[in-house]
């Protein structure tokens, strides 16, 4: 069964990045479409940012476009999250989801009900 593991997080002034970083044992993730999400408390889980197997088709919400930026590196098998431009509202837990499903393939979906493995979780907080 396909494991995520993510690293990168920590603490952070507003304003500035982080780069999130995320990762399996023994499978490649470039067959997965792959998702990032982050839950605040007392918040829902938010999408944030997504890459399909076609790594040309990324989505991401209006609360971090232009901020935040998912990218892959195929041969040490990993998904980052480059975050800058960090504020307030980003601090939340942050997890990395992949789907293995066809419609991954050339769709990228923001919505946790289209992944099927979690990591989980790296902390992210924004504190001045």
């Known amino acids: 069964q396909l494991q995520l593991v993510e690293s990168g997080g920590g603490l952070v002034q507003p304003g500035g990045s982080l780069r999130l970083s995320c990762t399996a044992s023994g499978y490649g993730l470039d067959a997965y479409g792959i998702g990032w999400f982050r839950q605040a408390p007392v918040k829902e889980r938010e999408g944030i940012a997504c890459s399909a197997r076609d790594t040309k088709y990324t989505n991401y919400p209006d609360s971090v476009k232009g901020r935040f930026t998912i990218s892959r590196n195929k041969f040490e098998n990993y998904v980052y999250l480059q975050m800058d431009k960090l504020t307030f509202e980003d601090t939340a837990q942050y997890f990395c989801?992949?789907?293995?499903?066809?419609?991954?393939?050339?769709?990228?979906?923001?919505?946790?009900?289209?992944?099927?493995?979690w990591g989980q979780g790296t902390p992210v907080s924004v504190s001045s």
């Open positions: 989801a992949a789907s293995g499903s066809r419609r991954s393939i050339n769709q990228c979906l923001l919505s946790g009900r289209a992944y099927d493995y």
